[in-house]
């Protein structure tokens, strides 16, 4: 140790010196220099991986924008374009599916789409391989088993809505609405109710000639007649003669509330039921995707 430290520190602490002195400046030492490598090596809170959940999200934006007009919101095909989500499209590498986009085909009239830029060639190509059932599964926020219990009790989604043969007849089919989004995107089409004019849409009042009346949907109309569904899902060709007046319905067709009625639990095991069945049954047809939860 140096004498002059000593020298300058002994007239100010008495008695203070020596072994001690040096063993507190060591200590000392020990704690500035160490300070910052238990920094590094100090464990950082989890922070959730959202990078996989944006890319699949603006790569099926992308995939609506640029494919589907020719190959179908679904990859099954269309009338000007192939089936790009079958067995025979899968066995291609990203590389070799990239540079299909980026170069274009030109005998079979696809265009090329190079002006999309490599970050969002390679979320299509994400999606994609989502449409074809071979990405990884996306995590799910919650439980699917207790999302089912919810779909079908508390919740009240069966009423309208079919899952995998099982409720309603009314309202679409969500068997597969959940394949190929985020989490997030289900369970914001989940808690954002319809728009006002489509909350009502196709659900009306009927009061027939004879006095009675149903609340029903109108499912076709021609100058003569109706064909009407009723909640249970029974349709009945009505001839316009035999109805009195038709009214919207006072209660919406349309989910309610969720993101009030239902706790922020209840909606994490209600999104991870939609996910997990999409991800067993493969979307066959996403065309009417768009407003399934209306």
């Not at 059932?133 to 999302?147: D, E, I, V």
């Not at 000639?209 to 021609?222: P, T």
């Not at 899902?233 to 209660?251: C, D, M, N, Y």
Request: charged share 20%.
């Amino acid at each position: 140790m140096n004498w002059q430290v000593r020298r300058i520190i002994r007239p100010v602490i008495p008695g203070f010196g020596g072994p001690s002195l040096a063993a507190a400046l060591l200590s000392m030492a020990l704690i500035v220099y160490a300070a910052p490598v238990l920094a590094q090596t100090s464990p950082s809170p989890a922070v959730p991986d959202t990078s996989n959940a944006a890319r699949l999200a603006e790569g099926r934006q992308t995939f609506s924008a640029t494919c589907a007009a020719c190959h179908g919101l679904d990859g099954h095909g269309g009338e000007r374009g192939p089936d790009i989500a079958s067995r025979q499209v899968q066995k291609h590498s990203d590389e070799e599916l990239s540079r299909t986009v980026r170069n274009g085909i030109s005998e079979t009239g696809m265009p090329n789409f190079a002006f999309l830029g490599d970050a969002k060639i390679a979320g299509l190509i994400s999606y994609l391989r989502v449409l074809q059932g071979t990405s990884a599964q996306l995590p799910m926020p919650g439980n699917p088993h207790k999302g089912e219990i919810l779909f079908g009790g508390a919740a009240q989604c069966a009423q309208c809505h079919m899952a995998r043969g099982a409720g309603g007849f009314i309202a679409s089919d969500l068997s597969t609405f959940a394949a190929g989004i985020s989490p997030a995107d289900v369970r914001r089409a989940i808690v954002t109710l319809a728009p006002e004019g489509r909350q009502n849409r196709g659900k009306v009042l009927v009061t027939f000639a004879n006095g009675s009346s149903q609340e029903v949907v109108v499912r076709n109309e021609d100058n003569f007649s109706l064909q009407l569904q009723s909640l249970d899902g029974t349709f009945h060709l009505v001839q316009k003669s035999e109805i009195s007046a038709i009214r919207p319905s006072e209660q919406p067709l349309v989910h309610a509330d969720y993101g009030k009625t239902l706790t922020p639990g209840q909606l994490d095991d209600l999104v991870s039921y939609l996910m997990h069945i999409a991800e067993n049954e493969p979307p066959k047809d996403l065309s009417k995707r768009k407003h399934q939860m209306d």
